[in-house]
């Protein structure tokens, strides 16, 4: 089965290749923004200034945002625009020891765009920044883009390489890939892991996941994430058929069992 090509973003410059100057990175016009919101504790440390790009190219079974999809899903907007309204709430921020996140979608999806946000974020606003990815375009983020990073949220969304592909439409080797150059360029990273039953929560999927974590080096904490149902019905009104409508939330003990298996290779779990 061949995967359908992730379109590239629109507007690389000619000479500016895989690796865009900052200069020439800061001229882009913008890019394609589904929403942003503050949140607290879930998208990195203290409370976040959130931009969620449109646009992904994974189609996971259990996308609690599926009206993210599409790069059409969201709206044209200028960097200046998105960097001015996180203006508004930097001391709140700050005081908080919090930061802004670029999460999407999946924000490589478009990089250009995801670069200047937190680029801007960064040296404008004096921010910390994140960037949340699954990783599967993870070749699309310059050292720039990671210079501007201090923080990757890296969905890993299992081990079992079918499984991986059953979930998601994709391949996982392109995650393993980003991970492997996060850690070699130090990045601190958080993993998060979503625990489904009756699909990733099984004992050798979730320890893959772990050893692989604890292999890297750069991994400071982990997120295991209990499956949630909360986006059935974002599914439903897009005509979409939500595939794990039946399946239950993982109980406490079976949750608190996987994140001691993290634990257990030496790694924060959460």
Known sequence: MSETPVPAETPYRPGS?????AAVTRREPGGMLHSWDLSTGVDGPGTRFVAFLAGCPLRCQYCHNPDTRYLRDGRRVLADEIVRE???YVEFIRVSGGGATVSGGEPLLQPVFTGELLHRFKHELGLHTALDTSGYLGSRATDALLADTDLVLLDIKSWDRSL??????????PTLAFARRLAELGKEVWVRFVLVPGLTDGPENVEGVAAFAASLGNVSRVDVLPFHRLGAEKWRALGL????????????????????VF????????
């Open 17 to 21: 290749a895989a690796t865009p100057s």
């Open 86 to 88: 996180a203006g508004k």
């Open 164 to 173: 991986y592909r059953r979930l998601t439409a994709r391949e996982l080797s």
């Open 241 to 260: 058929e939500f595939t794990l409508a039946d399946t239950p939330v993982p109980t406490a003990d079976r949750t608190a069992a996987a994140r001691a």
């Open 263 to 270: 634990a257990a290779h030496g790694l924060h779990a959460v």
